[in-house]
Structures are given as structure tokens and as C-alpha cells.
């Protein structure tokens, strides 16, 4: 059974940083497309960023481009996400995903929640002003 499990979330003021990780139970997160999603109430899901299988891409949303970084450990089969002069917009629930299938990249899917088949419960990031 697989268990995807974030961690990292919490209280921040703005232009503040914090590191969320991802780590996951009956699955090698170095074969997977792995994904950060986000939601805030009363909103969509969004695509925050990805990182193929083969670490050789990554994809950011335009609102987090240069503030966050997407990163893998194979060794600790753990996922990251740098988040740096964070902003009140960004609070919201981050999710951690992992894509259907294994060794598969589409840069079109970064973004598209129902291309991940693996979510973890989620982590809350809330940045005060």
C-alpha cells in the first residue's frame, strides 16, 4: 500500500522561507514524475512545480518562478520544495504527488492534478503580512 506523507507547513511572515518534504511508503519516489500542488480555500488546486524522474527537468508556475525550488534526495527517497520570500498569497495546503505511471514525463501534465495517481493529505503553509 502506498502512503505519501508531506511535512514542513507551518506560520511564517512574509518574505520568510520554509522547506516542505515529501517522503513516501511502498514507492520509490526516483521513479517517479513528482509533483507540488497547492490549494487555498474557495480555489482550484493549482500546480506549484515538478520534477521529472530523471531529475533532468523541472517546471515552476509563473507565480513561484524564483522564489521556489524543487528538489530530489534518491538516496532518502524524500522530495522537496524551498520556498523563499514567501508571500501571504501563497498560503494554502501544499500536496505532494507522485505521476500514474513510472519513468513517464509529459511537461504538459506538470500542472495537471489528474496526471498524478499517488497524493499525500497535505501540509498548510500560512504566510501572515
Known amino acids: 500500500q502506498v502512503q505519501v506523507v508531506e511535512s514542513g507547513g507551518g506560520l511564517v511572515q512574509a518574505g520568510g522561507s520554509l522547506r516542505l518534504s515529501c517522503t513516501a511508503s511502498?514507492?520509490?519516489?526516483?521513479?517517479?514524475?513528482m509533483g507540488w500542488f497547492r490549494q487555498a480555500p474557495g480555489k482550484e488546486r493549482e500546480g506549484v512545480s515538478c520534477i521529472s524522474w530523471s531529475d533532468r527537468a523541472t517546471d515552476y508556475a509563473d507565480s513561484v518562478k524564483g522564489r521556489f525550488t524543487i528538489s530530489r534526495d534518491r538516496a532518502k527517497n524524500m522530495l522537496y520544495l524551498q520556498m523563499d520570500s514567501l508571500k501571504p498569497e501563497d498560503t494554502a495546503m501544499y500536496y505532494c504527488?507522485?505521476?500514474?505511471?513510472?519513468?513517464?514525463?509529459?511537461?504538459?501534465?506538470?500542472?495537471?492534478?489528474?496526471?498524478?495517481?499517488?497524493w499525500g493529505q497535505g501540509t498548510q503553509v500560512t504566510v501572515s503580512s
Open positions: 511502498g514507492l520509490t519516489l526516483g521513479d517517479y514524475t
Open positions: 504527488a507522485a505521476e500514474g505511471d513510472p519513468k513517464y514525463y509529459n511537461s504538459n501534465n506538470c500542472a495537471k492534478a489528474t496526471s498524478f495517481g499517488y
